[in-house]
């Protein structure tokens, strides 16, 4: 069977990748951008980085900064109004996850808008269009939404969020500039960090997984182990590391698919608004415990990866008790709880479990799961 990847056309990695972004939109013949980032980054003056460089160069833009942390239909589709009222061509999205994924949809409706009506895009939608180009600038080390064919809608009325799947939905160019993330908070460091490490272990053992995405998704584990303790501490040196892990990490998983962690962590995001990057990090070690069974000899490649001393060498179930205490370990030393307590309500077990079932994650998950199960695991975390 033939393996697909699909990548940006263009990165650009390391300090002052955003000096990039001239001669790129020069370059491409862009007209006028609808630059799409979130409120606190624009009062962040964040935002500013970008926008100065195009008002040096005299390249008209727009802003557009009605984005939430887990962006809304409503966010898409004012900014499908804001880029026609501001008779753009072009998209530069700055920001993390949420930025790019609005600019992602907002792209994709334009372009194909038949699909107008944002809820159509669930799941693998048969868009005909490629987006209007997006120019990529994450701010956070840890989405790598600048790489993936990936984007996540909050349906607020129903209280829930669905994936989007979609080739046509890839920047053409991404600025992975470390200098972008070093203003981050240290919580955000820690949650975006530990989403990374999360698409990296949930694209090693998903079903979807093979050579290339295993060589991706090794090497992301590796990076984030590394750096991400540093990186929280604001150290200029693992922030650069953070940001290269994430983007390999992007890398891997939006070829091979994930599995019950982020549908767990979907659910929580649309009932509680529970930052995405923190709802993995919470569950991450539990589910892997979870899936061990089904997972082989993977747990020990993680265990090394991440640095257990003698791995290698361990009987299977003792690497797989080793992995998971690593990964527990290191939420815990970047300040992530690992509970759900004060989270989750009770009365609402039934309906995250079943949200969580639904989600377009849940299939690639290494181990068959059930309603039931994934309700156990909420509880065990209680």
């Known amino acids: 069977m033939a393996q697909r990847i699909?990548?940006?056309?263009?990165?650009?990695?390391?300090?002052?990748?955003?000096?990039e972004i001239v001669p790129e939109i020069k370059k491409r013949g862009f007209k006028k951008a609808l630059v799409v980032s979130d409120a606190s980054l624009v009062e962040a003056k964040v935002t500013d980085k970008v926008t100065a460089l195009?008002?040096?160069?005299?390249?008209?833009?727009?802003?557009?900064s009605d984005v939430k942390p887990n962006p809304t239909i409503e966010n898409v589709l004012s900014g499908v109004q804001a880029f026609k009222d501001a008779e753009a061509d072009y998209l530069i999205a700055v920001g993390g996850g949420s930025s790019i994924d609005t600019a992602k949809a907002i792209g994709i409706?334009?372009?194909?808008?038949?699909?107008?009506?944002?809820?159509?895009?669930?799941?693998?939608?048969?868009?005909?269009?490629?987006?209007?180009?997006?120019?990529?600038?994450?701010?956070?080390?840890?989405?790598a939404a600048e790489v993936t064919i990936n984007y996540v809608v909050t349906d607020a009325q129903n209280h829930r969020k669905f994936v989007c799947v979609d080739v046509h939905d890839i920047p053409v160019c991404a600025f992975v500039d470390p200098d972008m993330m070093a203003s981050m908070p240290k919580s955000l460091?820690?949650?975006?960090?530990?989403?990374?490490?999360?698409?990296?272990?949930?694209?090693?053992?998903t079903k979807g997984g093979w050579e290339m995405t295993d060589m991706f998704h090794l090497e992301a584990i590796r990076l984030v182990s590394k750096h991400l303790r540093g990186a929280v501490a604001g150290n200029p040196e693992d922030i650069k590391g953070m940001?290269?892990?994430?983007y390999i990490a992007g890398m891997g998983f939006s070829n091979a698919g994930l599995g019950v962690v982020h549908s767990?962590?979907?659910?929580?995001g649309a009932l509680y608004d529970t930052p995405h990057g923190v709802a993995n990090a919470m569950l991450l070690a539990r589910v892997m415990e979870y899936n061990a069974p089904a997972t082989g000899d993977r747990f020990r490649d993680i265990a090394v990866a991440m640095g257990v001393k003698?791995?290698?060498k361990m009987p299977i179930e003792k690497a797989r008790k080793a992995a998971v205490n690593a990964v527990r370990q290191l939420a815990i030393d970047v300040g992530i709880p690992q509970t759900l307590k004060g989270v989750v309500k009770e009365e609402d077990l039934d309906f995250l479990s079943e949200s969580a079932y639904a989600d377009a994650c849940r299939p690639g998950n290494p181990r068959e799961t059930s309603v039931e199960e994934i309700k156990q695991l909420y509880i065990s975390l209680l």
Not at 6 to 19: K, R
Not at 264 to 268: E, I, N, S, T, Y
Request: proline fraction near 6%.
């Open 243 to 246: 940001a290269l892990g994430q």
């Open 109 to 143: 409706i334009i372009n194909n808008p038949e699909f107008a009506d944002v809820r159509s895009l669930e799941g693998v939608a048969a868009t005909k269009n490629p987006t209007v180009p997006i120019l990529a600038v994450p701010t956070t080390a840890g989405t």
């Open 6 to 19: 699909v990548l940006n056309e263009t990165s650009y990695h390391g300090e002052g990748a955003i000096n």
């Open 189 to 205: 460091a820690a949650a975006t960090g530990m989403d990374a490490l999360t698409h990296a272990i949930e694209g090693y053992i």
């Open 264 to 268: 767990m962590a979907h659910a929580l």
């Open 54 to 64: 195009l008002k040096k160069a005299k390249l008209p833009y727009a802003v557009y």
């Open 310 to 312: 003698k791995a290698e």
